[in-house]
C-alpha cells in the first residue's frame, strides 16, 4: 500500500540541519543559518566559493553560485539527483526522509486519517509584510535624543523620524519602515534612555505579530533591507551598515546611497536584494559597527556577498560606530 505523506506538515517537522548532515554536509550554525560551500552535486557556479546558505530556522536554501533555492524537500530532492517539480520524484524523497527521521509516523495507508490533517478551522492565513492603512501623526522630531545626536531637523524629516507620546511605541522614537516600493509597513521604536534596556524593553522594538479579521499579520525585517526604496538600482556604489541612525548619518553628510541590515544578522533575501541593487561592475562598502557583533556579521555578510560583487570591509576603531565619523572620516573610508 502507498505510504501517506502531508508534505506541509513534514517541511515543519524537519530539522534542515539534520537533512543537512544526512546528505554529508558539515553544518556550522551562526545566527540560524549556515554558510559554506554549495554541495549540490549539480551546482555549475564557482566550486572554490562559499555562496551557500541555509536559514536552519525557516527551512530554506539559497545558492549564489548555481542559483538554486527552495525549501528543504526540495533541497533534498537536489541532493537526491532528481527534479523538484517532479511530483513522483519528490514524493518518494519525502518518504525516504519521513521513514528516516520519523519511522513511528510514517504509515502505509491510501489516504489520511482524521489525525495527520490539521483540525479544521484552526489554519488561518497570514500576510508577511502587509502594508499599513495609516501613519503615525504628531511625531516630535524636537525631541532631546535626537537633536543631541546632531541630526538635523530636515535629515529627521526627511526619513519621519520621531519621538512618540503615545500608543505601542510611547516613549520611544518611531522610525517608519518602508518596502522596495515605499510602502509604510509598520514602525520599529528605539528607546531614549539605554539604561533602561531589559530583556523585556529591548533597544528595538519591531512590529509584533497580530492577529485582525481572521487574519494574521507578520512582519519580518530579514526581507528587505532599510531605505531600500530610495536606491535606484542597479547603482555603482552601496554603504551597507548595520542600523538607522548610521543611514541617517550617512544621508545628513552627503551619502544618500545607503542601507542598514536591522541588526547584526545578514539574511539570504537581503544579501540576494544587496547583490541585485550592486552593477557586476560596482563597489560595495560595509561599515558594521566596531565590536564583537559587528565582526561577527562581517564575515556572515562577505560569506553571501563577496562571491558576486566587490566588497570592502570598512573597519571602524573598537566600540565605534559611522555615526562616530566625521564628514572627512566618512568619505576617507571610501577610499580604495
Known amino acids: 500500500m502507498r505510504v501517506w505523506v502531508n508534505f506541509k506538515e513534514l517541511r515543519k517537522r524537519l530539522k534542515f540541519e539534520d537533512v543537512l548532515c544526512h546528505y554529508g554536509v558539515e553544518v556550522k550554525p551562526k545566527g540560524g543559518q549556515h554558510q559554506g560551500f554549495c554541495p549540490l552535486p549539480k551546482h555549475q557556479g564557482k566550486g572554490n566559493s562559499p555562496s551557500f546558505s541555509a536559514n536552519l530556522e525557516r527551512g530554506i536554501f539559497h545558492c549564489f553560485g548555481c542559483g538554486a533555492k527552495g525549501n528543504v524537500l526540495e533541497f533534498a530532492a537536489l541532493m537526491s539527483g532528481v527534479d523538484p517539480s517532479d511530483g513522483d520524484a519528490l514524493r518518494s524523497v519525502a518518504v525516504e526522509l519521513q521513514q528516516k527521521f520519523f519511522p513511528q509516523g510514517a504509515s502505509t495507508r491510501t489516504k ?7 483540525p479544521a478551522g484552526k489554519t488561518v492565513p497570514v500576510r508577511v509584510n502587509e502594508p499599513l492603512d495609516f501613519e503615525l501623526k504628531d511625531l516630535d522630531t524636537e525631541h532631546p535624543y535626537l537633536l543631541g545626536r546632531k541630526f538635523t531637523r530636515e535629515t529627521l524629516q526627511h ?3 520621531g519621538f512618540c507620546s503615545r500608543g505601542l511605541l510611547k ?3 518611531a522610525i517608519p519602515l518602508r518596502d522596495s516600493e515605499g510602502k509604510l509597513l509598520g514602525y520599529c521604536g528605539r ?10 524593553n529591548p533597544k528595538y522594538r519591531f512590529p509584533s505579530r497580530r492577529e485582525r479579521g481572521g487574519i494574521v499579520y507578520e512582519f519580518r525585517k530579514s526581507l528587505f533591507v ?5 536606491i535606484r538600482y542597479p547603482t555603482d556604489e552601496l554603504i551597507v551598515v548595520e542600523g538607522f541612525p548610521s543611514v541617517w548619518w550617512l544621508n545628513q553628510h552627503g551619502m544618500p546611497w545607503s542601507v542598514a541590515l536591522m541588526g547584526s544578522d545578514c539574511s539570504m533575501e537581503q544579501a ?3 547583490v541585485r541593487m550592486v552593477k557586476p561592475g560596482g563597489h560595495i562598502w560595509f561599515m558594521p559597527d566596531g565590536d564583537k557583533a559587528g565582526e561577527r556579521l562581517a564575515h ?11 566588497v570592502r570591509w570598512v573597519r571602524l576603531g573598537e566600540g565605534q560606530q559611522p555615526t562616530d565619523l566625521t564628514k572627512e572620516e566618512l568619505r576617507a573610508s571610501r577610499t580604495p
Do not use: K, M
Not at 489520511?112 to 490539521?118: E, L
Not at 532599510?226 to 530610495?230: P, S, V
Not at 556572515?300 to 566587490?310: C, E, M
Open 159 to 161: 526619513f519621519g523620524v
Open 226 to 230: 532599510y531605505n531600500g526604496h530610495r
Open 272 to 274: 540576494e536584494i544587496i
Open 300 to 310: 556572515s555578510f562577505l560569506v553571501q556577498i563577496a562571491p558576486h560583487r566587490f
Open 171 to 173: 516613549d520611544r522614537v
Open 191 to 200: 528607546v531614549v534612555d539605554d539604561a533602561t534596556i531589559t530583556d523585556e
Open 112 to 118: 489520511p486519517t482524521t489525525s495527520s490533517v490539521p
